[in-house]
């Protein structure tokens, strides 16, 4: 991380859009249309925003970040059961761990079966949900560490449907480091790797 004086004001620039993007998907009445101001965003603040993760050498000729098609089936709203908020270290892709508090199961239907993920807490100030997952494109067509769902300390929330964790998957977007090894990323646990190709959201290429 970059602790210089512009170093840090254009970290909390590039939070700030993240979390404003985020309240406008939330509030936007359709979806797709939310995900496409998404991509549209995405697309401006990696090709030129000092924060991208896209390295700066590279970035004048990004044409990404690539998504698949948005499709509506990928949006689903998960009921959460809850679990014993146990503390554990989940490993990160500089060879690290990351403390996170495991406190639900997101259970929801995907791909015509009943699928969940753990979802976990942020042990640290502030806090924030993490969700992230692996799925059959992981290392073919998607980055084959997993992808994001959610990742609420940094602005990423997709909200709920009265006690419902909303998860669609059109907006699964990859970690940091998928574009540059000098970011740490937590990575998703072996109970968040599903037997089922999630073909939405980001992708490779």
């Known amino acids: 991380m970059d602790a210089s004086i512009p170093g840090i004001l254009t970290l909390a620039d ?14 936007a009445p359709d979806p797709k249309v939310a995900w496409q101001g998404w991509c549209n965003t995405r697309r401006a603040l990696f090709t030129a925003h000092p924060q991208s993760p896209v390295p700066e050498a590279d970035r004048g000729g990004y044409d990404g970040p690539f998504v698949f098609d948005y499709d509506p089936a990928m949006r689903v709203s998960a009921e959460l059961h809850p679990l014993e908020g146990d503390a554990v270290e989940i490993g990160t892709s500089d060879g690290g761990t990351a403390r996170f508090l495991r406190f639900g199961e997101a259970v929801f239907e995907l791909g015509g079966a ?11 100030y502030g806090g924030g949900i993490y969700l992230s997952f692996r799925d059959s494109t992981s290392g073919s067509t998607t980055y084959g560490a997993g992808r994001y769902l959610l990742d609420t300390v940094k602005g990423a929330d997709l909200g709920v449907d009265g006690d419902r964790l909303i998860l669609d998957f059109n907006f ?20 968040n790797w599903l037997d089922v190709a999630v073909n939405a959201g980001e992708r490779l290429h």
């Open 14 to 27: 590039w939070r700030r859009t993240i979390a404003e993007l985020y309240a406008s998907i939330r509030a």
């Open 114 to 124: 009943e699928r969940s993920l753990e979802a976990f807490w942020l042990d640290a």
């Open 172 to 191: 699964a977007y990859q970690p940091s480091c998928s574009y540059d090894a000098q970011w740490s990323c937590p990575l998703p646990p072996p109970a």
